[in-house]
């Protein structure tokens, strides 16, 4: 977990010094930040430092809750699609989702540490919907890819098919180990955001550097909370 943290704060870091900071940049910045710090928090609750871990529960799950949206725009962008109403519903729904993790009593009543992997006990009614939103938004993610990326330049194309082969790094292991392994479904988060290191790679040794390439201007996207 703190090795993982490591390596994705290195390469946020990295970006920010190699690169111009741009949407793509910022976008991508953001996902290997969210990343690292789910990373952080998972050792924080391992580890028993400073807060109680219902505290680093809740910092943990609003993190990766933000990450589809986020990757859904960075499709977008790539694809130099002007973000619209699916970039808006997909933030939408993760503010929602923050917001009940945040400040809902019994979201996350508790943690158990394994040797790879974190179980959290969220409440019954929010582990079918999470994992609507979350698997859904993986799989839009992962169709806009392979959709536009054919139709598209070589630099446009390799960014999203780079970005595609991250998503697909999320989803195959995790589904698979989960389906093995009917006791680690309520360590998906944890087991997923592990594998996440895959896409953390392709985004700073691939998508990054193909997104300075491209000459068309990225389109930027402003979206006002809903509160």
Known sequence: MLAT???EIIFALYILWRYKFTAITRLIVSLLVLLAVFQGTEFMLC?????????????????????????????YLLANKKPGKVVAFAYTTSVLFF??????TQ????????????TFNTANGSTIPYTIYYYG???VGTF???MWAPTLHKHRKA????????????LIPTTTVTILWNEAIAGIPSIMCGFAVILAGLLTLKVAPESIKLKKTHHSFHFKLPF
Do not use: D, Q, R
Request: glycine share 14%; with cysteine.
């Open 5 to 7: 943290f490591a390596i």
């Open 47 to 75: 580890g028993g430092l400073a807060l109680e871990g219902g505290t680093w529960s809740k910092i943990g799950y609003g993190a990766i809750t933000l990450l589809p949206p986020l990757g859904i725009h960075l499709a």
């Open 137 to 139: 938004w993986l799989f």
């Open 159 to 170: 960014a999203l098919y780079a970005l595609m082969t991250g998503y697909l790094a999320l």
């Open 144 to 146: 806009l890819t392979y």
């Open 107 to 118: 979201a996350i009543s508790g943690h158990t540490c394994y040797a790879n992997y974190v």
């Open 99 to 104: 917001a009940y993790f945040a400040f809902a």
